[in-house]
């Protein structure tokens, strides 16, 4: 890949800059013998580099604008002047025209443009100038589904396999292999782009129903007839490195897969039901996997007891929560903020969902004969700085746990409780004792995950006279008028959910001298959690209120997730 100017090579310019190292400029060069990548791609595929740093490099090498398409809104003009199938073939993305119409601006994702530009030129007629400029390859990827639409065209799929066979039976594997595999991908590459977590293909006695977990919620998005299913079981089953023969016994898979511009991960489950194999995929994006925690949106007291508590050399961090409440993307998080060159992490994890540079991550299975207990005990062996332990189970993982933060560690794990009082007794269940929870509990963190409400069609309303009491229970300052808040409406931008998106609430219980006291002594969790006032610590449910005050999501999803009733009662006694 050369530069426009001194016929440098961009991979050495990068390397003068400090932006790669030696080392990794030439396990690039190798890789990219292999793959047959462009350098800045196969630089990105490795994880040195972000695809932000390759556009900004290419640019400056060019002498072109880059653009950061997540901040852009195309303008309706330039857009209806280029056909879908023209911009998606050519890889364009018309953004806006001049005040005298004569130039537009055109999004690539590569320095390689002239064939397109050229072509481009021919569409517009030759009387329109194309001023280049630079993006990412996912970026463009999303805007052209953002702005032109994009849609899970199935039909012509179907009827495909339906010309293909020649049975009216069950299709087979080997007469639809084509069609079944555009077909699975069609489904794969719709649910990235719709940012579902999880897709759910569920044989019922006539048909399957396809659905998405989208935003914490299950969608339908399709049903098919029921012969189209083996052939797309027995293709997703292929992909995922299962047994094919094997149809009575649950199985698990993984498939990664390049979509959308970007690497997606597919942790695959399969399970036997009446109708059929019932197959679930959770779609791992590793884009979203690390959050900064201040993107996290979180308030400024809880980022900075987040924060103290991350700075502790040694200790035991647990983080509560349901299954989907966002635990792992959470701890993801708290690694990357601690991640750099200098320490050792090490990870435990049924299975490893987001790999990471620098972290050494193990998987716990039967087929690695590895398990919590003596996946701890092989770490402290590994001269490790901070420990992830996925879940604390049973009495000896909790044990091998408390043991390894006694011992200079930083450990993180996760707890199933309601709540992050409850994360003592839960502990005390595991047979922690509470003399050992008091020298080497570091806090607990219990959050859930919230709706946020759709920007484009949410409706204003006026709150009434339950919810103020609930509101000023919380600390919301009470407004001179009627207290505004708003609720879900419904539009083509949200499915008509009148929600896009998500939010976290925590509640952050960092222990302190005198509430180590307080615990020694067996005190009830209610003057624990009183005492933990006095340092910021709030409940899940002040935080959701918070942010219904806010108007960021509505009282019915906080209800949806939060239990308020116990709330309620103390905001209605006089």
């Known amino acids: 890949m050369l530069a426009a100017t001194n016929n440098t090579r961009i991979g050495e310019w990068m390397l003068a800059k400090g932006m790669i190292t030696a080392d990794q400029l030439e396990i690039a060069l190798i890789e990219q013998q292999k793959h047959r990548l462009l350098l800045g791609q196969q630089l990105v595929r490795l994880h040195f580099v972000t695809d932000a740093m390759i556009r900004d490099v290419l640019a400056h090498h060019h002498a072109q604008e880059s653009i950061d398409l997540q901040q852009v809104i195309a303008d309706p003009e330039a857009l209806a002047m280029v056909p879908e199938t023209f911009a998606r073939q050519h890889g364009v993305l018309p953004l806006d025209l001049s005040a005298d119409k004569q130039t537009m601006r055109v999004a690539f994702s590569g320095h390689n443009h002239l064939l397109a530009l050229d072509a481009l030129r021919h569409l517009l007629g030759g ?3 194309c001023k280049p400029v630079l993006a990412t390859e996912a970026h463009l990827e999303q805007a052209l589904d953002k702005f032109y639409g994009h849609s899970l065209s199935l039909d012509s799929l179907l009827r495909e ?3 293909e066979s020649s049975a009216p039976a069950l299709l087979s594997a080997q007469q639809t292999s084509r069609p079944v595999i555009r077909l699975v991908n069609a489904v794969l590459v719709d649910a990235v782009k719709q940012g579902a977590s999880d897709i759910h293909f569920e044989p019922e006695q006539a048909f399957l129903r396809i659905r998405y977990r989208i935003d914490g919620v299950l969608w339908q998005i399709r049903c098919l007839h029921d012969r189209y299913w083996p052939a797309m079981c027995v293709r997703l089953k292929i992909l995922s490195g299962m047994d094919i023969a094997e149809q009575r016994t649950p199985q698990d898979g993984r498939v990664n897969l390049f979509l959308c511009g970007r690497q997606i991960d597919f942790r695959v489950s399969s399970h036997p039901t009446l ?14 996997a690390i959050i900064p925690l201040e993107a996290m949106g979180l308030r400024p007291p809880q980022l900075q007891q987040l924060t103290s508590m991350l700075a502790k050399p040694e200790g035991l961090l647990i983080l509560t929560g349901p299954t989907g409440s966002g635990k792992t993307t959470t701890l993801y998080s708290m690694l990357g ?4 060159e200098h320490v050792n992490i090490m990870t435990l994890e049924d299975p490893v969902e987001y790999p990471h540079a620098l972290m050494r991550q193990t998987s716990v299975n039967a087929a690695n004969k590895v398990d919590f207990i003596n996946g701890i005990r092989a770490i402290l062996r590994q001269d490790p700085d901070i420990i992830l332990v996925g879940e604390v189970r049973d009495e000896s993982t909790a044990a091998m746990a408390v043991r390894a933060a006694m011992t200079g560690h930083l450990v993180m794990t996760t707890l199933h409780t309601n709540s992050a009082a409850a994360a003592f007794s839960r502990l005390q269940d595991l047979g922690v004792s509470l003399h050992m929870m008091t020298g080497c509990l570091v806090g607990v963190v219990a959050q859930r995950l919230l709706r946020r409400l759709c920007l484009h069609c949410k409706r204003e309303t006026v709150a009434d006279s339950g919810l103020v009491r609930l509101l000023c229970q919380a600390g919301v300052p009470a407004q001179a008028g009627a ?10 931008h949200c499915r008509m959910s009148g929600y896009h998106g998500r939010l976290v609430i925590m509640e952050v219980l960092a222990m302190h001298a005198d509430m180590e006291d307080m615990l020694m002594h067996a005190s009830p969790m209610q003057r624990l959690q009183q005492q933990a006032r006095q340092h910021g610590y709030t409940t899940l449910a ?3 209120l918070q942010l219904v005050a806010a108007g960021e999501t509505s009282l019915q999803e906080l209800q949806r997730v939060v239990d308020l009733s116990a709330f309620e009662t103390v905001a209605a006694m006089p």
């Open 275 to 288: 109708h059929g194999e019932n197959l679930v995929l959770r779609v791992l994006d590793r884009d979203k």
């Open 127 to 129: 009387t329109i100038q």
């Open 542 to 544: 002040e935080e959701g």
């Open 337 to 340: 903020h601690l991640n750099h």
């Open 161 to 163: 396999i339906e010309q």
């Open 483 to 492: 207290q505004s808040v708003f609720e879900a409406g419904g539009c083509a």
